[in-house]
Antibody
Framework: EMQLVQSGAEVKKPGESLKISCKGS????????IAWVRQTPGKGLEWMGL????????RYSPSFQGQVTISADKTISTAYLQWSSLRASDTAMYYC?????????????WGQGILVTVSS | EIVLTQSPGTLSLSPGERATLSCRAS???????LAWYQQKPGQAPSLLIY???SRATGIPDRFSGSGSGTDFTLTISRLEAEDFVVYYC?????????FGPGTKVEVK
């Protein structure tokens, strides 16, 4: 059965770039949409966007369009979330999650999360 | 964007009691598109209920979901010690996913 394993915690300064990852183990990674979800104490859980590694189709939440880039490398079953210039407000826990089926409305498998801290 | 409101924010109950958690949407949500998650401290959310009333794999039958339109409910029939955590509802509509703010179930 697939698992989603995320990269480790990050501490960055404002203005720096960052790329975090979510690696799928097991079969079928390319056949599932992989989403990114942000969690903060103030705004709770927020869906950022998702990618279908099979054809790289990507969809963004309007709130995050232009703020982050979601990508994937299906040869190594890994999805990515990246920033070109971090802000303090990007400090949060970031989860990747698998959309249960191609058109499902929910996420049935989650990574363990990555804590990103942006501070000068 | 559909906004989800959860109530109460905190629910104080004792083990063995029944918990009723509410999720209200700002506009009608397809029943196929409403899910509930449980989040334990230090862990990622995990799927409890999908399609408003279907339990995810391995979820005990003390958890049940119901509702339609704009009003949905998660019921825990008899609270066990591990159930005193945070619960989120989530909807999908208009190619967008949104989550509610969560309900924390705490020991009274």
């Amino acid at each position: 059965e697939m698992q989603l394993v995320q990269s480790g915690a990050e501490v960055k300064k404002p203005g720096e770039s960052l790329k975090i990852s979510c690696k799928g183990s097991g079969h079928g990674f390319s056949s599932y949409w992989i989403a990114w979800v942000r969690q903060t104490p103030g705004k709770g859980l927020e869906w950022m966007g998702l990618i279908y590694p099979g054809d790289f189709e990507t969809r963004y939440s309007p709130s995050f369009q232009g703020q982050v880039t979601i990508s994937a490398d299906k040869t190594i079953s890994t999805a990515y979330l990246q920033w070109s210039s971090l802000r303090a407000s990007d400090t949060a826990m970031y989860y990747c999650a698998r959309r249960a089926t191609y058109s499902a409305s929910y996420f049935d498998l989650w990574g363990q999360g990555i804590l990103v801290t942006v501070s000068s | 964007e559909i906004v989800l409101t959860q109530s109460p924010g905190t629910l104080s109950l004792s083990p063995g009691e029944r918990a009723t958690l509410s999720c209200r949407a700002s506009q009608s949500v397809s029943s196929n598109s409403l899910a509930w998650y449980q989040q334990k401290p230090g862990q990622a959310p995990s799927l409890l209920i999908y399609g408003a009333s279907s339990r995810a794999t391995g979820i005990p039958d003390r958890f049940s979901g119901s509702g339609s339109g704009t009003d949905f409910t998660l019921t825990i029939s008899r609270l066990e010690a591990e159930d005193f955590v945070v619960y989120y509802c989530q909807q999908y509509g208009g190619s967008s996913f949104t989550f509610g703010p969560g309900t924390k179930v705490e020991v009274k």
